[in-house]
């Protein structure tokens, strides 16, 4: 059953991803993570508030937030800061490179998750499972060849660094999620999903409201002006549900942080799409063989773990 909801959340990813390309390009970065996080609390906050008042529809309900004191709230703190570095090189990287180029470099993050998992968790995978992972690696080697046909050197571009950067702080973060809900026997924390995603959420904004204030206001009038666009309320939308299905998934028994991670990449495929038929990006054909590289390694996975 977590299989199915990883890649639910994979499709809910890819819209995402869609849609934050679209609000970005050529907008003001940190007012759209602003709103992002602002929204996706708003999302949440009925949660948590209900749930306090002892609601008995909420207590009986998977969108229940229990109350979670300071012991725990540290660690979603934390959580807070790993995923907000991760959105914020990630943002900026995704306004200045093509779509196309995002999803599959965002492709090498569960490769990262595995050697953690595999250190940390103890995790182990089978045969078909190497394959899907050793196919996705390569898909990362070719991507490089297609950019340099675009003039994006791999080696020598900030923004390419960026992505990376907010790949390997998305790794840490899945890494930590399966810390923070696996149960205590399994050597996690066992905090529950719900109290996670909601009170992360809110950390999230009130430090994404301190930025705007100290680096972004002062100076809004030298740098690239603020649009508003009806896309930035999808944003949060898909990214809140993609997550709760992600976090629900993680919380079954026997889900594997790998997999699931590997799993929900599979966002390229929407993404590619777009960038492929909406926006009419270049080199699609070299693209596309990096990108079912990647979609043969995710059968090679999902066969492995049946």
């Not at 890649?7 to 819209?15: E, R």
């Not at 965002?106 to 595995?114: D, G, I, Q």
């Not at 990449?265 to 038929?277: M, N, P």
């Amino acid at each position: 059953m977590w299989l199915a909801f990883a890649f639910l959340s994979a499709l809910l990813l890819g819209f995402y991803d869609v849609f934050k390309k679209q609000s970005l390009n050529g907008n003001a970065v940190i007012p759209v993570l602003f709103l992002n996080t602002l929204f996706c609390s708003l999302i949440f906050l009925p949660f948590i508030v209900l749930s306090a008042c002892g609601s008995s529809f909420m207590e009986n309900s998977m969108f229940y937030v229990p109350m979670v004191g300071w012991e725990a709230q540290k660690y979603i703190i934390l959580k807070s800061c790993i995923v907000l570095s991760s959105w914020i090189l990630g943002y900026f990287a995704i306004k200045h490179l093509p779509i196309t180029f995002i999803g599959p470099i965002n492709a090498t993050r569960p490769v990262m998750v595995l050697l953690g998992a595999l250190l940390v968790f103890g995790e182990r995978l089978n045969l078909y499972q190497w394959i899907g992972v050793s196919l996705a690696i390569l898909s990362f080697f070719l991507l490089s060849r297609s950019g340099k046909k675009e003039g994006i050197n791999f080696t020598h571009n900030k923004w390419i660094y960026a992505i990376v950067g907010a790949a390997v702080l998305g790794a840490v973060s899945g890494l930590y999620d399966k810390y923070l809900m696996a149960p205590v026997s399994q050597g996690g924390i066992g905090l529950d999903r719900m109290a996670v995603q909601s009170w992360y959420n809110l950390y999230q904004c009130l430090m994404m409201g301190v930025m705007l204030w100290l680096l972004w206001w002062p100076k809004r009038k030298n740098t690239t002006p603020f649009q508003w666009r009806w896309t930035i309320v999808f944003i949060p939308i898909f990214l809140s549900a993609a997550d709760f299905v992600y976090f629900y998934a993680l919380s079954l028994d026997d889900a594997m942080i790998s997999i699931i991670s590997m799993i929900r990449r599979g966002s390229v495929l929407v993404t590619f799409l777009f960038g492929a038929f909406v926006v009419k990006e270049k080199n699609i054909k070299s693209k596309a063989f990096d990108l079912l590289l990647i979609l043969i390694g995710m059968v090679f996975l999902y066969l492995g773990s049946r």
